[in-house]
C-alpha cells in the first residue's frame, strides 16, 4: 500500500506521519511525505512584518528571509520523519513541492498513486476547529483519508 502523508510543519501534520508510520510499518507499506510550500505566505508574512515595523521599503527583504526559513524549517522536519522511517524499517521518500496548496496537495493525492492520504486535522495555526485546507481538500480527495487529532 502506498500512502501520502501531508505535512505542513504543524505538530498535527507530523502526528498523523507517526500514524502513518506505524499503518505503513504493519502493513509493509510505502510512504510519501509531501509538502507544499506557497509563496503567497511568504508574502503575506512579509506585508504583515512590514506594516507592524513601519519598514515598508523592506518588505521584498522580508519575504525572501522568510522564504528561505520556510524551506529550511520544513526540509529539517521533513528529514527528521525520514530517518524515523529509517529506524522504523518503513520505506519512505520526501517531496517537497512550490504552488497552491490545495491544487498541488488535489493533484498529487488523486494522481492515482496512493491507497491512502493522511494528514494533520489542524494545520500550522493550530485554531481549535478543523483545518481550512482540511475542509478545501478532503471532500476532492479520492482515495480513502485518515485525519488525525
Avoid at 11 to 26: D, E, P, V, Y
Wanted: glycine share 10%; hydrophobic share 40%.
Amino acid at each position: 500500500m502506498r500512502i501520502l502523508v501531508l505535512v505542513d510543519g504543524s505538530k498535527w501534520s507530523q502526528k498523523a506521519a507517526l500514524h502513518a508510520i506505524a499503518i505503513a510499518k504493519r502493513r509493509g507499506g510505502k510512504l510519501t511525505l509531501f509538502s507544499v510550500l506557497d509563496r503567497r505566505e511568504a508574502k503575506a508574512l512579509a506585508f504583515n512584518m512590514g506594516m507592524l515595523s513601519q519598514d515598508l521599503k523592506n518588505v521584498q527583504k522580508f519575504e525572501e528571509e522568510i522564504w528561505r526559513e520556510m524551506k529550511t524549517s520544513i526540509k529539517d522536519i521533513m528529514t527528521n520523519l525520514l530517518e524515523l522511517c529509517h529506524q522504523e524499517g518503513v520505506n519512505c521518500s520526501i517531496r517537497i513541492v512550490e504552488g497552491s496548496a490545495k491544487d498541488t496537495i488535489l493533484g498529487e493525492a488523486n494522481s492515482g498513486k496512493y491507497g491512502l492520504v493522511v494528514m494533520g486535522a489542524y494545520g500550522r495555526s493550530g485554531k481549535t476547529r478543523i483545518g481550512s485546507l482540511l475542509e478545501e481538500v478532503v471532500g476532492s480527495i479520492e482515495p480513502p483519508v485518515l485525519v488525525v487529532r
